[in-house]
């Protein structure tokens, strides 16, 4: 939550902006953009309130403004919205009833600026979707507008005051993104335009660096961004107005580096605090961008992307972001995800935001990305904290100062080698690792190396070693719907896939292999999905140890499949 002053000052302008002339009416039709599920809004129908990894179930007739909310992020997304999206989708009288009704009391409890909902960026946020279904929330009701274009106004003239006290980055574009459709859709409000639009290509010049990337290396982030940055243009369009010349420079950016975070299945690879996205969000997004470039870029944003035949790799092949912007980043270095077709294979464990700190935690560590970890140590280390939007957070820190990567193509596979030096001031150590993706996208062989480089190197080794060597464990996440089991006496792990596709994991015998239990960590449900673990243990004995291990496709596994299985995205268990 924000901090006393802020809030102070928060409510100030939240007054102050209902002294205005108020909105009375739609400038111009709004159309919806943003894209809802069908089966999350009949939960919120029957009384099902599932937020921030929370469900309230709601006694009958029971309003969302009358729940206590369980933590701040579960405040956040009510009064921020989206899950109006979720109610047009269902689309019937009684969703719009419901919408109708939420909105009514949110602005007869909070349209003061009473509440938690009028930070900037919710408002931005709260903004977009009230205009985006307008034609859904007022059809049928006459007596809705009045309040409802106050609210709208009241909004409107708060951000035009207090956008500029977000935090650049995503939650500054969402601000300005609200206020320019608020100022393009509302008479009265067209002042604020020229202004929204200047600021945003001056956001867009900060956040996104000349390779369109974003500093958090957050790839769900930066879809985020790039949709909010594609409906701004396209509301500017349609009501006659250019976009900033940086605002349309940084689509054309981004574009490329999105398809290069994508895997085979459609989803985004997920790391630093990434989820896969909406399902259809990067699809639609990219479509409506109308940038076709796919950028020719070896490495976007920090990630390579291998793609052969019907399978994808991902591989985190830079630095972790530094300072500020660690706050949500992983000790990831050189971690890899890996889907076949439109199944997920080999992935991260993903964001523990959504189950509380300890869980926050956990998924930022080493051992929940699919690489090695040397004796419980992570890449980086959390450490730093910062007070942030209210809250304090964990910067990284001791994070690798040299991540190399080198691509090259031969006649049978893509290969790709990178290292990191995070372990070489604790233990002296390098960590090098090679994957070879087989042209026919049928194999991935790996190489994992640890190696000292010169004489302080060796001697810190030593020194930290012992007379048994120095452990170290090479994990590889599967996605809680691949099915692995020990085959060959201890020497393979098969892994079916719903597909009906079955992946051999094999190694050269100096690891000892196991296969554990893991989470699969995604936003929208109650808790952690289980899940399982390949494990290699093993010890690091001398200056040079080499582990190499294959994936491969079982030779029955046809090179096509027809895989129109469909996955229930909702299931909470």
């Given at each position: 939550m924000p901090a006393p002053r802020t809030q102070w000052v928060t409510k100030l302008h939240a007054r102050l902006a209902g002294l205005g002339r108020p909105a009375t009416a739609f400038v111009s039709q709004p159309e919806p953009r943003s894209i809802g599920h069908f089966a999350k809004g009949r939960q919120l129908t029957t009384g099902n309130y599932l937020f921030a990894g929370y469900l309230v179930e709601a006694s009958p007739g029971q309003s969302l403004w009358t729940i206590e909310p369980p933590s701040n992020a579960f405040?956040?997304?009510?009064?921020?919205?989206l899950w109006l999206d979720d109610l047009a989708a269902v689309g019937?009288?009684?969703a719009r009833a419901l919408a109708q009704g939420w909105i009514e009391e949110w602005i007869e409890l909070y349209g003061t600026g009473k509440g938690p909902g009028w930070a900037p960026d919710l408002t931005g946020r709260r903004l977009i979707r009230w205009i985006n279904h307008a034609i859904f929330l007022m059809s049928g009701k006459s007596e809705f507008g009045n309040g409802f274009f106050q609210a709208l106004?009241?909004?409107?003239?708060?951000?035009?005051r207090r956008w500029s006290s977000t935090t650049p980055g995503l939650p500054r574009i969402e601000a300005l993104t609200g206020l320019i459709y608020a100022g393009l859709s509302l008479t009265g409000m067209e002042q604020y335009v020229p202004t929204a639009i200047a600021a945003l290509g001056k956001s867009c010049e900060q956040h996104l660096d000349s390779d369109g990337g974003l500093a958090s290396r957050n790839p769900e982030e930066l879809l985020e961004v790039f949709t909010l940055l594609n409906w701004a243009a396209l509301a500017l369009r349609e009501a006659g107005r250019t976009p900033a010349p940086a605002h349309e420079a940084a689509i054309a950016r981004a574009a490329p580096v999105l398809r290069a975070l994508r895997h085979s299945d459609g989803g985004l690879a997920r790391f630093h605090g990434g989820g896969r996205g909406l399902e259809g969000r990067l699809d639609e997004a990219l479509a409506t961008s109308g940038v076709k470039s796919d950028g020719g870029l070896d490495i976007s944003m920090g990630f390579t992307r291998q793609v052969a035949g019907r399978t994808s790799v991902i591989m985190d092949a830079a630095p972790p972001p530094q300072g500020v912007p660690s706050y949500n980043a992983h000790a990831s270095t050189l971690a890899f995800e890996l889907?076949?077709?439109?199944?997920?294979?080999?992935?991260?464990?993903?964001s523990g935001a959504a189950f509380g700190e300890e869980w926050r935690r956990a998924g930022r560590a080493t051992p929940?990305?699919?690489t090695l970890s040397l004796e419980g140590y992570s890449s980086s280390r959390l450490g730093e904290r910062r007070l942030m939007s209210g809250r304090a957070r964990e910067l990284l820190t001791d994070t690798p100062c040299e991540v190399l990567t080198e691509?090259?193509?031969?006649d049978t596979a893509l290969r790709q080698?990178?290292?990191?030096?995070?372990?070489?001031?604790t233990h002296g150590l390098v960590h090098v690792r090679t994957l070879e993706l087989h042209l026919d996208g049928r194999g991935l062989a790996g190489e994992d190396l640890l190696v000292a480089l010169n004489d302080n190197d060796r001697g810190r080794l030593s020194a930290t070693m012992g007379h048994e060597g120095l452990p170290f464990a090479i994990r590889f996440h599967l996605h809680p719907e691949a099915d692995a089991s020990v085959d060959m006496a201890g020497a393979a792990v098969s892994i079916a896939l719903k597909s009906g596709e079955i992946w051999v994991f094999r190694h050269d015998g100096h690891a000892r292999l196991a296969i554990e239990p893991s989470v699969y960590l995604e936003r929208g449900r109650l808790k952690p999905r289980?899940?399982?673990?390949?494990?290699?243990?093993?010890?690091?004995?001398?200056?040079t140890t080499r582990v190499r291990w294959s994936l491969a496709k079982a030779q029955e596994t046809p090179l096509s499949v027809r895989d129109i299985q469909r996955d229930d995205p909702l299931n909470t268990d």
């Open positions: 405040a956040e997304e009510i009064h921020g919205f019937d009288a009684s106004g009241r909004q409107t003239r708060f951000l035009s889907t076949s077709g439109r199944r997920p294979l080999i992935v991260s464990c993903g929940s990305h699919s691509r090259r193509h031969t080698q990178a290292s990191h030096d995070g372990y070489r001031t289980g899940a399982e673990q390949i494990v290699l243990f093993g010890r690091a004995t001398t200056d």
